[in-house]
């Protein structure tokens, strides 16, 4: 099967469900994820891994104590019977798929298989994850869009892009949105709900976690985020404005206490799944206005 013949397929994985990063300073992350970027501190966080909340999830981002790089990237699926099809794929493909019900009790979730993507990031895919009774209360009374649409959305950055592209988009399931032209590389983005990408893949000389994404419900939420970033001594953001070419969210970034940026924007396109688009479109740039290095 070709990438473009796997428009035709459904895509087996539901949405992007967490992320785990690693930090050195886990101190600098609790204050970064609640006076600016709004989120919750977990109760399932522990003096060795901090937890944070976005929604009704237990958890959504988990940072451990590492040197910045990304730990793992949480797929979620609807159930068994996909998590069951997922493993039966990646084993027929001859790539390593291990079940671990520790792992997934670690997780708060039924139950998780791990694997690794060509790229060599940690994936897992995993179904019922716990939520709280609890209702999500953000500390600078921020709404993030997840539900169907996840988490949100992980940019990799990878030396091995094409083969990347195979895994996510042959193997999984995940359809190409569109592709960006970045000068030296064009970008795949991709989807398997309807927000435009919850995945994008980038040639690069290193692998890494180039940034994820948070969605709020308001442009205002977007630009308190960034008042609150720019008010702060640690928390500068990394880019001023801007809106994207092909999601055409109006969003900025911010430097993390990990490796990764984090996009904060508002507004993204959706795309139907019952499309079936059959061609890809190849935007010139990644946005159409701002985004500029502060
Ligand atoms: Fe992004």
């Given at each position: 099967?070709?990438v473009?013949?796997?428009?035709?397929?459904r895509?087996?994985?539901?949405?992007?469900?967490?992320?785990?990063?690693?930090?050195?300073?886990?101190?600098?992350?609790?204050?970064?994820?609640?006076?600016?970027?709004?989120?919750?501190?977990?109760?399932?966080?522990?003096?060795?891994?901090?937890?944070?909340?976005?929604?009704?999830?237990?958890?959504?981002?988990?940072?451990?104590?590492?040197?910045?790089?990304?730990?793992?990237?949480?797929?979620?699926?609807?159930?068994?019977?996909?998590?069951?099809a997922?493993?039966?794929?990646?084993?027929?493909?001859?790539?390593?798929?291990?079940?671990?019900s520790?792992?997934?009790?670690?997780?708060?979730?039924?139950?998780?298989?791990?694997?690794?993507?060509?790229?060599?990031?940690?994936?897992?895919?995993?179904?019922?994850?716990?939520?709280?009774?609890k209702?999500?209360?953000?500390?600078?009374?921020?709404?993030?869009?997840?539900?169907?649409?996840?988490?949100?959305?992980?940019?990799?950055?990878?030396?091995?892009?094409?083969?990347?592209?195979?895994?996510?988009?042959?193997?999984l399931?995940?359809?190409?949105?569109?592709?960006?032209?970045?000068?030296?590389?064009?970008?795949?983005?991709?989807?398997?709900?309807?927000?435009?990408?919850?995945?994008?893949?980038?040639?690069?000389?290193?692998?890494?976690?180039?940034?994820?994404?948070?969605?709020?419900?308001?442009?205002?939420?977007?630009?308190?985020a960034l008042?609150?970033s720019?008010?702060?001594?640690?928390?500068?953001?990394?880019?001023?404005?801007?809106?994207?070419?092909?999601?055409?969210?109006?969003?900025?970034?911010?430097?993390?206490?990990?490796?990764?940026?984090?996009?904060?924007?508002?507004?993204?396109?959706?795309?139907?799944?019952?499309?079936?688009?059959?061609?890809?479109?190849?935007?010139?740039?990644?946005?159409?206005?701002?985004?500029?290095?502060?």
């Amino acid at each position: 099967m070709t990438v473009a013949d796997a428009t035709a397929v459904r895509p087996r994985v539901h949405s992007l469900g967490y992320l785990g990063l690693t930090s050195t300073d886990l101190d600098g992350w609790r204050t970064f994820a609640t006076d600016i970027a709004g989120m919750a501190i977990s109760d399932t966080s522990s003096e060795n891994e901090l937890r944070l909340r976005i929604d009704e999830y237990q958890w959504r981002i988990s940072v451990t104590p590492g040197d910045g790089s990304v730990a793992f990237v949480g797929w979620e699926v609807a159930g068994k019977a996909a998590l069951d099809a997922i493993v039966a794929d990646l084993t027929a493909a001859g790539v390593a798929v291990e079940e671990d019900s520790k792992l997934a009790q670690e997780r708060g979730v039924l139950e998780l298989v791990r694997s690794e993507d060509p790229a060599g990031n940690q994936i897992e895919f995993f179904y019922g994850p716990i939520t709280e009774s609890k209702p999500f209360v953000s500390p600078q009374g921020v709404e993030f869009v997840t539900g169907e649409q996840g988490l949100g959305h992980v940019v990799l950055a990878t030396p091995s892009a094409e083969e990347t592209e195979r895994f996510y988009v042959d193997l999984l399931g995940f359809r190409v949105s569109d592709r960006v032209n970045l000068g030296p590389v064009v970008a795949m983005f991709a989807y398997v709900n309807p927000r435009h990408h919850s995945l994008a893949v980038v040639q690069a000389p290193e692998r890494l976690l180039h940034h994820f994404m948070l969605e709020v419900t308001s442009l205002d939420e977007v630009g308190l985020a960034l008042d609150r970033s720019l008010a702060s001594n640690a928390h500068q953001p990394a880019t001023g404005l801007g809106k994207h070419t092909n999601d055409q969210a109006v969003s900025f970034y911010l430097t993390t206490p990990s490796e990764c940026r984090v996009e904060y924007g508002w507004a993204g396109r959706q795309l139907d799944l019952d499309l079936n688009p059959s061609t890809t479109v190849v935007y010139t740039g990644g946005s159409i206005w701002g985004h500029k290095s502060v």
